[in-house]
């Protein structure tokens, strides 16, 4: 069960930890997108009254694709993928209006966890906590290279000792299989300085665009298959893919509430 805490100075809602509890969603897509969704309710977990302005975050990781693709994000030229799985160790939403000031306080969301992002997102159902409103400069994400053994029921024995598992195929039909076991940390920030959490509903999307991570791959040039990409085997074409992968990510206000990446949202970056 991931946990929330408290991080410098910033007191939560209740004056503890704020509890963190999983609710399981299932929802379909339209775009080849990743996302981890983080809404703001004003009911909170664990008894938080609602009328105190308190902001209840529910995060999930979620893939998306096109209705008739529903198992499997395709791209525009063709390419598949059928498997991503990810580990992630933590995130942590850096408060105030300026994050070079020297402070450091923000809401610390303990991992690891596991994400099926093709299909049913954070294995256990997303997870969701208390948050003061207000101002915040930054989002924290760090990968998670997972042990043996780690990671709720139906983590794939294949993601072991690393952190992103991505299986798929080219527009040719050719397999390919990329393994990453990065555990950099990296970081969403507002051109601007800083973006506001309101109380009340305020669904965000943290959204990974696919498209460059393929073109970082270039998996036409790799040869017939099926191909590996890992740091064995083309590292070099891992690296690129990495920078892809933390390049693509922007953190989208969800203004229509439905959970999908829509054109009107990419319009709407608040951190990237």
Not at 125 to 139: H, M, N, Q, Y
Request: net charge negative; with cysteine.
């Amino acid at each position: 069960m991931l946990g929330a805490m408290m991080h410098g100075s910033l007191p939560a809602p209740t004056g503890r930890p704020a509890p963190a509890c999983a609710q399981a969603a299932a929802r379909g897509g339209r775009f080849a997108w990743l996302l981890l969704s983080s809404f703001l309710g004003v009911a909170a977990c664990g008894g938080t009254d609602v009328g105190n302005g308190a902001a209840a975050v529910e995060v999930d990781v979620r893939g998306y694709a096109p209705a008739s693709q529903a198992r499997s994000l395709t791209g525009a030229d063709g390419w598949r993928v059928d498997e991503l799985w990810m580990a992630v160790d933590g995130l942590r939403l850096r408060a105030g209006t300026v994050c070079d000031d020297g402070a450091d306080v923000g809401i610390d969301v303990a991992g690891p966890f596991v994400s099926d992002l093709v299909g049913t997102g954070v294995l256990g159902g997303p997870v969701r906590f208390d948050a003061l409103p207000g101002s915040f400069c930054e989002l924290r994400i760090t990968f998670h290279k997972l042990a043996a053994g780690e990671g709720a029921p139906g983590t794939p024995p294949g993601l072991t000792d690393l952190s992103v598992l991505v299986t798929g195929a080219r527009a040719d039909g050719a397999a390919f299989t990329v393994k990453s076991a990065m555990t950099e940390e990296f970081r969403l920030e507002n051109g601007l300085g800083y973006f506001e959490l309101p109380a009340g509903p305020d669904p965000l999307l943290l959204a990974f665009n696919l498209d460059p991570w393929l073109a970082a791959l270039d998996l036409d040039s790799l040869g017939a298959g099926p191909i590996e990409v890992s740091d064995v085997v083309n590292p070099d074409r891992l690296q690129l893919f990495e920078e892809a992968v933390k390049d693509s990510a922007a953190l989208l206000r969800d203004l229509n509430g439905d959970g999908e990446v829509d054109t009107d949202d990419v319009g709407n970056e608040i951190a990237h």
